[in-house]
Each structure stands twice: as C-alpha cells, then as structure tokens.
DNA sequence: CCTAGTATAGAAAACGTTTAAGTAAAAGTC
DNA sequence: GACTTTTACTTAAACGTTTTCTATACTAGG
C-alpha cells in the first residue's frame, strides 16, 4: 500500500503537507496542491481508514443488527429488502455497512454494545429482533447514534412502517368490497402485532363490521405450517368467514394451500389478502392482495437520518418516522359487489 | 472508551505488559496477567480494532461483493440463503462481514479492489455479479485473499454448485418419470447456465431421449415474464413438451402462471421443474419438484476455505470445490409410469 | 525601510496498539 | 562465587493518519 510518506518523498513536501493537500485545507498552495493530488492519483494512493479512524474516531462505517428468530435476518424477505435499500443510501453517503456480529458462541464473544465500540461503529441500525433482549437494550441505550426499525424506544429515532393505517386501508379495502365476514390471524406478541391488531378491531367498529372471537387467531409469523392449522380451524366454523387476513404474504401461503386443500377456490369461495408485499407474492396466482410496506422508503428514510443523526447530531430531530403502505390490489379478494 | 493505558495505570504496569498479558505471551508472569486480565473485564476493556489493524495489517474483516444485476444482491433469494450461511461461519472464527461498496456514484468512488484496500480487508468473497465487469477482474486478479462463488477463475479457490451433476439428477429423475418430451428454457449465456445446458444435452443423449432444438428455449433468470412469454410458447408447438424445465424457481412461477392461464393442470397435464430450491417453492402449490441447491454449505464452504487462504497461506489447496445439490420431490412433475 | 500581516509549508505530537530489543533480578550450573 | 540462563517486565519505535503550533518568505502599509 502506498501511504502518505511516499506521497511526500515523491513530491519532496512533508507527510502534513500531503494530508492537507488531499483534505483541501486551504494553507497549501494551488499548485502544490495540485502536484500532490496529481501524483497521488498516479501512485494509487488510497487512504488508510484504520489509521484514519484511530486520528478521527469516525470510521465512515454503520453497524447493522438484523436477527431473525431463526437466521441472521438476511434471508428475511421484509428485511431483506429495507435492508438492501439502507445500504444504498447510506453507500451514496460514503457509509459501509458492517453487520454486529450475532453469533452467541465463540470465544472472546463480545456483546453487541462490545462489538459496536470495537469497531468503531459511528452509527448503528437495528431491526427484526427481539427487544427485550438485554444485549438490545444496551446497545440501544448506549450513547452511540441509533436508528431502530419497526420497534419503538424512548428518544432514539424509529423508523416504522405505518401499521395501523396499513390494516385500516387493507380492511376498508375489504370491507369496500363488500365482506363482512372478516377473520385474521395474527403473528406472535408484538408491537406491530399489537397495532395491527387494534387497528383491526378499531377500523371494524368503524365500519360497523362485528367480529367474532373465533375469528381472531394467531400463528408465527412468516409460519407456513401454522397459518395452514388456523386457517383449517377456521373453515370449520359453522359461519366460516369470507375473507381472511395473514400476518404476512408467506404465511398467507399456507392458508392459501388449506383452501386449496379443501377443494375451495380463491377468490370464488374465499378470499385472503396477506401483509408485506413481498415480491414473489406478485408473481404466483392467486396474485396476492396484500398490503405493500415501502421497504424501499424505509430502508432510506431509516440512514438518512442515522447519518443525520451522527453528522449533525445537535440539530438532528429525534422522531419517529412513519412510512405508508399501500393496498396492492391482487386476484385473492373477491369483489362481492358485481354477482 | 477505556485503553491499555488506563489498564496500566491502574495496575502499576506497562501498556507493553498491558498487551501481553492480554495476548497471553508467556514472557508475563501468571500472577500479573491475571491481575491485568481482571481489571481489564472490570474496566469493561475492548481493543481498538483500528489500533489493532493499523499495527498488524490485519482487521478480521471480510469483505462481500454480491451483485445481482438490479440490486446488491441481498433481495436475490438464492444467495442471500448463501451469504447468511457465509456469514454465520465467518463470525464463528471471529470475523466480520463488510459490503463492498457498490454504488457506481457518489464522490472519491473508489474501485472495487481500492475499497478493500481502504479498509484492509482480510479477504474478499465475490458472488453473484457480471464477471466481466474490469473492476471485478482487478479484484479477482489482486493479491487479496479471494474466494468466488459460482464461477471458476485462474488460480482462485472457487466454491461452485455442481450444475452439472445438479442437471443430470434432475433430468435423470424426470425420465424416471417416465417423461421423454422435455423442455429446457434455460436462463442468459453464463458459465452457470453453460453448464447446466452442456449437462442436460449430455444426459438426454446419455438416455436416447431426442431434443427437438425448438424445445430449448432461453429466458432471464428470475425473471417471470420472460418465462411466461416463452412458456407460452412451448405450449403452442404442434408437439408440446410434456415437462419444461426452468432456469430458476422463481422464473418458473411464471411458467406455471401460463400453464394455468391456459387452463391446464400441473402436473397432470403438464409438469414443471424449477432449479435452486427456494424457500417458498415449499411452500406454494403445487409444490414445485426442483433441484435444491445447498446454500448452507456452499457459504459454509466459501467461508471456511477464504479463512483458511488468509490464515494459511501456503498450505491452503487452490481448489474448485464443488457442492453438490439433490433433488427435491414436489407435485409438480407428473410419474408417467402410473397410469 | 521597518513592521505587521498573509500565504505557504514543516515539525512534532497524538490516536491505541504491537513487538523487537533491552534490562534487571532471580535461578540454575559447575 | 562467578558464570550463564531464565523469568518478568520496560523502553521505545512503529503503523498511517490528522492537527496544532511554529517557521519562513513574501506582500503591503506607513
């Protein structure tokens, strides 16, 4: 690697002198300046961000903690996605993406807090994840810049996804096409099952729509195997519902395969709107009414104001930012209005 | 942040003694590095990676490059299974993962291999990406410790999956079933889809089964349109197949989209296989009889053998390693033999 | 022509580690 | 007891930057 120094001797200038030329202060001459960027371009020079982070303690690198209750979160269709586009931000902004290290064995383990501060992380973001997890909670209490998704905390900035108007515009959807008879299976305990859930009863009283205890269910999330049991139990009710609601597009497929599998077609004898959007949901038939979750506007929103955050930190707004969704009209729900 | 010389202060000692003892070097007596030792975890002690990596020139950090032709490759279902596989190995001993920067803008953008330098990766794993593209020739061709994945490189340990075997199994197995007029819409001119498309003529020929050249048929990988379009048009040959194969998973929803739009059934009007083995493609129905790829070893592997070329240099094997996948029954293709 | 001001560059310290070389005391050898 | 060896620790330099402070030369004002 060609450092400095050998900037310097080859221009016959000092070390300083070439980190001034390469930074643009302003007590260099333009010419010197000028020789000095010029040959460092010709000597391939690149700065060395280890020694730049010891001087600066900035690393120009983001941690990233995306855990899955199963994986590492990347295989997440969700978070893959808001994933995929925080990195593109935070890439434009001259920001790496380095994940926390979430293996709990090996030697030396350190906690993600450790890990964050080992590294040097200027910012950190987390999503998809177990909260209560103390390791979590440190991190998110420490006083690095933090940006959560999806999950609320006191004076951090939170980037969610806005569930309580998604269900309401998924159910009105629905209701707007004439059902009345609407079940929905829910995921795990949650924060965001909680205000998809209270949407859901809220947005029922709204429309007058009454819903009976047996319609509200609860299966995993992302549980194809779960979904498909609750969805069973549903068709065996005396007064089956005529539309059912998912926790997600892929759990939904295994309700999908429960109707199936009892001979019923989708739409024509039940309908089923899933939540998320994920792709492949708009690739098979039935083509999935779901309700799509901008993954795209939160990964952005979501390292914009982290590096806000670290930059300006003074004059960053902590906030939370809610992203709309939208209904992404598919072929699962029947419309009951035209006979 | 507490450093070695607070420890040293605090325990009367040198920073040199400080880092021994922390480095368990056997020139510091054990009574001492166990005083070091305590009072380090006491102080709540991490080591500064940037320290460390400036000092030694090594950072445990791996560098990742997967690109897939529209995003970064985190939303491409087949490798992101293979990087969360990656991954979890890689932080097993003690590394990190960082993104490459791939964004082809913003200011000071540095090559792909001027990144690495930049942030002293230990390694780099390449995926999923043009590998035409002259960055990625530099970075394969520099001295940086390089594992591929998916394409074979002069003198470059390459994890591959076995297309080719992978083919013969599939096609094997579908003559099992007693079908003998089959379809290949294979995916764009790659090394990959050479492979697979070398293997299924192979072994058609290898099994007297003739292929009419209007039955093989090319299409984008993952791309369902493209597979619809040119499913569509094996259906309207005068003699259509009566098993097509696809280039992906994905690609074949598309195909299965078609072959019920024209109002046939799978598998038993036509059958269908996809290629990789996807999560959903379990989970949808029919439930598509695919070649299952192993992601979880072939990440496992590119990550064990990257460790080793950069710990063990000279004794680490330059080699191709070659994971082989299975076939993953489904109720998409047809068995022939029952009547 | 003297002084003050400005423009340009260099010297040196510092960031937190690691490590080669050095030193002093204790222990072993005959 | 004089020697070497071993043990236990320290000194100091180094990694590649950034930054403060200092120095020199030139410009301008009077």
Known sequence: MVSMKDIS??????????????????????????RIRQTAKEMGYFPNSAAQALKTNRTYNIGVLFVDKAMS????????YVLDSFKRTAEEHGY???????SKNGKNRMSYLEHAKHRGFDGVVIACIDFHDPEVVELIRS???????????????AVVSDNVS????????????????????????????????????????????????????EAAYRDTKEAYKKTMELLDLPDPPTCILYPDDFASFGGINAIQARGLRIPEDISVAGYDGIRVARHIEPKLTTLRQD????????????????EEPKSTLIQVITIGGEVLEGHSVKDLNKK
């Open 143 to 157: 006083d690095l810049p933090v940006v959560t998704i999806d999950h609320l905390f006191n004076n951090r900035i």
């Open 295 to 310: 993954t795209e506007l939160i990964g952005h929103e979501a390292a914009k104001n982290l590096i806000n955050l670290i």
């Open 9 to 34: 001797v080859a221009c016959g200038v000092s070390v300083a002198t070439v980190s001034k030329a390469l930074n643009d202060h302003r007590d260099i001459g333009a010419k010197t300046k000028e």
């Open 73 to 80: 979160g990347l295989t997440h269709d969700y978070f893959s």
């Open 96 to 102: 790496d993406i380095t994940f926390i290290n979430c």
């Open 166 to 217: 998604g269900m309401r515009q998924l159910f009105t959807y629905i209701y707007k096409m004439g059902h009345r008879k609407i079940a929905y299976i829910h995921g795990e305990d949650t924060a965001v099952t909680q205000n998809r859930l209270s949407s859901f009863y809220k947005t029922a009283k709204e429309l007058g729509v009454e819903i009976p205890d047996e319609y509200v269910r």
